[in-house]
C-alpha cells in the first residue's frame, strides 16, 4: 500500500510538533518535512513531493490561504488554525477540512480519513480509524469542532448550520438542501456533501439522498419519515444504516 506523502507546515514549533506525532502514528502517511518556512514548504510541493499539506493559516511571511493560492492544486489540503472564521476563505480552494486548534488525534484520523477517499493511495474501504489512539495523546474533549459548512449557490456562498439540514436529494445537475426553514440550491456533488457532512451527524441512506440522524422522526421499513418527507433507504445501503441506527 502506497503511502501518503504529508508536509506540516506552521510557524509555532509547538504545534508543528504535535502535527509532526500524529503524522508519525499512522502507517498509511508518511512524513516528507515539516517546515515553519511556507516558502521552503512550497519548494518541495513544487517538486512534486507532497501529496498533502498541514498549513496554519496564520504565519507572518505567507498566510495559509496565500500559501494554497500558490500551490494552486498541486497537492490537498487541511487547514490548522484556532479561528473558525475563516474556513470561508478556504472553501473556494478546494480545503479538504480544518483542523480547529488545539487539534485531538481523533479529530485529526477523522480530517485524514477524508482525504483517503480523494486520493488513491488508500483503498475507500479503509478504515483508518480502526487505529487505537494511544492514551498519552488524547487532547482536551473540549475542542470546538465547526457546526456549519459553506454552500455555493447560483450567486453567493451560504453559511448553513447543520442543526438546520433535514435531508439532501441529489438531482440530476445540482443537490437540493432541504433545512427547516429552505430549500437550497448548489452545483455541490453527492459525494462532496458526504465529505463536508461529519459521519456521526449525516448518513447516505441512498444514492439520491443524505440525511441528518437527529432529524428522524420514524423508520418503517425501507423508509425514513423526516417531517412531511418520506425518504427511500436504498437496498445497498440498507444493513448499513440499520447498523448505524442500533448503535445510538
Known sequence: MEKIRCLAVDDEP??????VKYINQLPSLTLVDACTDPLEALSLIQQGKVDLV????????????QFLRVVNGKCKAILTTAYSEYA??????????????PISFERFLKAVQKVSGRLQHIPVNHSILQIPEPIENKAPVSEQQLDFIFVKTE???????????????GLKDYVSIYTVDERILTLQTMKKMEELLPANRFVRVHKSYIISLEKINSIERQRIFIGRATIPVGESYYKDFIRLIGSH
Do not use: C, H, R, W
Open 88 to 101: 470561508m476563505d478556504g472553501y473556494e480552494l478546494d480545503v479538504i477540512d480544518y483542523l480547529l486548534k
Open 14 to 19: 509547538l504545534a508543528l510538533d504535535i502535527l
Open 155 to 169: 450567486y453567493k456562498i451560504i453559511k448553513l448550520n447543520l442543526s438546520s439540514i433535514l435531508y439532501i436529494e
Open 54 to 65: 498541514f498549513v496554519d493559516i496564520q504565519m507572518p511571511s505567507l498566510t495559509g490561504i
